[in-house]
T-cell receptor, first 117, second 113 residues
Framework: GAVVSQHPSWVICKSGTSVKIECRSLDFQATTMFWYRQFPKQSLMLMATSNEGSKATYEQGVEKDKFLINHASLTLSTLTVTSAHPEDSSFYIC?????????????FGNGTRLTVT | DAKTTQPNSMESNEEEPVHLPCNHSTISGTDYIHWYRQLPSQGPEYVIHGLTSNVNNRMASLAIAEDRKSSTLILHRATLRDAAVYYCILRDRKKSSGDKLTFGTGTRLAVRP
């Protein structure tokens, strides 16, 4: 079945540094990928839509200069958290649709747990 | 976007059936009903989806009310590995934004051994 892989699965960084998270579609091509964030005991919140070959679109309230998204190929999207601060500590999850139909399931990565100290 | 309402939590005994309800009274004619689940410390996992008719797959069954204003996810024999948060989500098949899933609070299912 369709698989979405995220790397790293967890990362600890110091405040002020940047962290890059990769999201790969392993056995399908994805022109669009989605990035979510999930704080403890809360639900997933959509942050942005990553578009292959064009700029990402961000949800209201998400700073595009802080969360840099690059979708340079049909199988890879990256999310870079720039100048990370402790409040950016969260569980980051990406997703992509594997099938051509509008109701094809979305497949999610296993998430990246970011801890900023 | 049409919203869904689910109980915050449910409990089940292992090897017994579980019925997880979802209300979506403002569902539109182009909305599909999707269910995902999230196991602890993992990303969500697709479970099942349907439009009007009941659906079955290897993981679960989906029963959809005739007026489509509610649905029920059925796990026929709960196992400890089914303990997760279950999300009922509406996806509009006519909109290009239909891939942007809106997650509510879901139902946290606990399975007792």
């Amino acid at each position: 079945g369709a698989v979405v892989s995220q790397h790293p699965s967890w990362v600890i960084c110091k405040s002020g540094t940047s962290v890059k998270i990769e999201c790969r579609s392993l056995d399908f091509q994805a022109t669009t990928m989605f990035w979510y964030r999930q704080f403890p005991k809360q639900s997933l919140m959509l942050m942005a839509t990553s578009n292959e070959g064009s700029k990402a679109t961000y949800e209201q309230g998400v700073e595009k200069d802080k969360f840099l998204i690059n979708h340079a190929s049909l199988t890879l999207s990256t999310l870079t958290v720039t100048s990370a601060h402790p409040e950016d500590s969260s569980f980051y999850i990406c997703s992509a649709r594997s099938g051509p139909e509008a109701n094809s399931p979305l497949h999610f990565g296993n998430g990246t747990r970011l801890t900023v100290t | 976007d049409a919203k869904t309402t689910q109980p915050n939590s449910m409990e089940s005994n292992e090897e017994e059936p579980v019925h997880l309800p979802c209300n979506h009274s403002t569902i539109s004619g182009t909305d599909y009903i999707h269910w995902y689940r999230q196991l602890p410390s993992q990303g969500p996992e697709y479970v099942i989806h349907g439009l009007t008719s009941n659906v079955n797959n290897r993981m679960a069954s989906l029963a959809i009310a005739e007026d489509r204003k509610s649905s029920t996810l059925i796990l026929h024999r709960a196992t400890l590995r089914d303990a997760a948060v279950y999300y009922c989500i509406l996806r509009d098949r006519k909109k290009s934004s239909g891939d942007k899933l809106t997650f509510g609070t879901g139902t946290r299912l606990a399975v007792r051994p």
